[in-house]
Structures are given as structure tokens and as C-alpha cells.
């Protein structure tokens, strides 16, 4: 196996822990609260990206972000694995993948 094929196969694992940890709450860690919602926010930095929320606090969020950013979100730029706040005061992690 080549070091290009390994990239891939090792991109699409993590994705598909990270959606079972968010889906499940199980895992090795996971990603958000059983609670949370993964909501399409459109493109950021060039990919597709998700919200992973609502969070109360951007302590909250925080610590969803860096589990999403311990899985590989900053490969796909760097403002995946961070936390924005919406207009209503609640806090999301932006994921490049969906549950």
C-alpha cells in the first residue's frame, strides 16, 4: 500500500469514528454531547463544513473542538476545529464531517 492510499483510508477511519462518537456517545472519545445537533453551515476554508451544537459556554464548545481537531478538522483548514458563537448567544464546533 502506498502513502497516498494510506491518507485516504486513514482520513476516511477517523471520519467514520468521529460520526460513530457523535452518533453514539460511545467510543473513544467523543465528540460532542449525546444532545448535539450536526447542522450543514455551508463552506468554510474551501470544504463542506457542519456546526456541532448548540454548546451553552465556549468552554463547552471548546472542548468539542479539541476533540474534533485531535481527529484531523485542521487539515481541512484552520478554522475547522473551532467554536463561533450565533446571534442567539449559542456556541457550535465547526466539523468538516457530518454524523
Do not use: E
Given at each position: ?47 463542506r ?22 481527529f ?28
Open positions: 500500500m502506498t502513502t497516498t492510499t494510506r491518507t485516504p483510508l486513514r482520513r476516511a477511519a477517523a471520519a467514520a469514528l468521529l460520526a460513530g462518537s457523535i452518533v453514539t456517545g460511545l467510543g473513544v472519545a467523543t465528540a460532542a454531547p449525546a444532545t448535539a445537533a450536526v447542522t450543514p453551515i455551508g463552506t468554510v476554508d474551501g470544504h463544513a457542519f456546526g456541532i451544537g448548540p454548546h451553552s459556554s465556549a468552554a463547552a464548545c471548546a472542548a468539542t473542538a479539541d476533540r474534533l481537531s485531535s484531523g478538522a485542521k487539515r481541512f483548514g484552520p478554522r475547522f476545529g473551532t467554536c463561533y458563537r450565533t446571534g442567539n448567544g449559542q456556541w457550535w464546533a465547526i466539523s468538516p464531517w457530518s454524523a
